[in-house]
């Protein structure tokens, strides 16, 4: 038996779900949600909020919003404020503001009756649960833009609306809607749109240094100690970058990345793990891309793959890179090129998305180029390549 069974220590904390206890690079976005609903837990009957947070995918939106409705319980329950915050995916509700009224009553009167209502008497009669109980409610329509796509602006201006028409009555209501693009308002009517336009909250994809830290949080969750280098969350961050600075795409990664370590019984998750498993999300490399190159290309990728799979680095300097590819030259009994044609094979092999070259970080000793292999495991190009070859 391996005397570590798995490279996991909890990987439920990778899980797309899991709502962490801080969120790197978005404290100052919750930070002004918060403010925006300060009211609800020190004078909730006298007002009420709505509140868009818009982005892309992975950019955080969801998980911000989860975050924030477990401070803001906490507190108001910390206060005596009855202060409920539920969360509803208007996609899963088929973008039917019937089905995302029954959801939020149920978790307020669980024997609530299903059928008989109109989503409009529905509304009604869950601002009368509300009274009854003395409850106020945060509801978050995650992914608004199917319920928009559904059934236009009417339930929208039901939502925003509802307690003017209940003139007397204590504020219950506030909306917090998640959009992927603002430019989903446009349907919407003018009345219906200026009332939801007034606080957004705009959350811009991750840079590689934040998708490290926000992979070095979980890491320190989900993985044993040591058990990820450096290298291999910098590999999983730029992959990320790649997708649009996507964080969820990031973690998955990692949480995949995870399998095949535990898979080919590694003690540690290495870039080589993430590339299969990114080549496994997104298989960019087709086998007639690689046949169709060169031979001095197709034997300098030989090289760099042979050395990326020996080394288990996530980058290599040019200079390794060149040296490896003299040596698979003297295997294979051809004439080396020189620099400057070496060049010209890695500006053609990263046009063909295959490897990337960069200069050298700061940090780094001396200037030089860098290169990575993000997206194709070295051991299946190196095989493919060998075949190619004739070897």
Known sequence: MRPFPTVFKDEGKLDINYVPPRLPHRESELNLLTQFFRFATESPEKMTQRVLITGDIGTGKTVLAQHFGQGITREAQ????NLHYVHVNCRECKGSLFMILQRAILTFSPNFP???????ELLQTFMEVLDEQNAHLILVLDELDALVQSEGSDPLYSLTRVQEERSGHA??????????ETSHLDSLDPSTRSTLQRNIIRLEGYSTPQLRDILNDRVLLAFREN???????????????????DARYAIELLWRAGKYADTAEYRDVLPEHVRKAAASVYPVVRRDTVSSLGLHEKLFLLGVARLFKQTGAAYLPMGEAEKAYAIVCEEYGEKQRGHTQLWKYVRVLSAS?????????????????MISMPRVPASDLERELSKLLGT
């Open 227 to 245: 058990a990820v280098p450096t290298q291999t969350v910098d590999l999983t961050a730029e992959l990320a970058v790649m997708e649009g600075g």
């Open 353 to 369: 998305d295959i490897i990337r070259a960069e200069p050298s970080s700061v940090g780094h000793r001396g200037k030089t180029t």
């Open 171 to 180: 504020q219950r209501l506030s909306l917090i809607g998640i959009f992927r």
């Open 114 to 120: 299903r059928r008989g209502y109109s989503a409009q």
């Open 78 to 81: 910390r206060r005596g404020v």
